[in-house]
């Protein structure tokens, strides 16, 4: 599990100062995080919104959610702040 925590905060941290979008992020000019997980379940749960302030160093919105389609296993998210 600490893989997983420090892997998540590291990859926030990198995307979100890069301010690289991908798909939807793109048209919906929302900063993203690539990360390890399933949409459907992970997308809301304390755990995420705690990688997701760790990684871009202060609280956000976690918007939404997509399954990360050439990445199986990993899901993007989609958040604002």
């Known amino acids: 599990m ?4 420090r892997a998540a905060v590291a990859a926030a941290s990198i995307l979100a100062f890069s301010g690289l979008g991908i798909g939807a992020a793109q048209a ?10 399933d949409a459907a379940t992970d997308c809301f749960t304390q755990e995420t ?3 997701m302030d760790e990684g871009v160093g202060h609280h ?3 918007v939404h959610c997509e399954r990360e389609p050439q990445s199986p296993g990993s899901m993007l998210v ?3 702040g």
């Not at 919906?28 to 997980?37: F, H, K, R, W």
Request: charged share 25%; aromatic share 14%; proline share 4%.
């Open 2 to 5: 600490r893989k997983f925590q």
């Open 28 to 37: 919906a000019e929302l900063p993203s995080v690539d990360t390890q997980g």
């Open 49 to 51: 919104q705690k990688l």
């Open 60 to 62: 956000v919105t976690i």
């Open 78 to 80: 989609f958040y604002r």
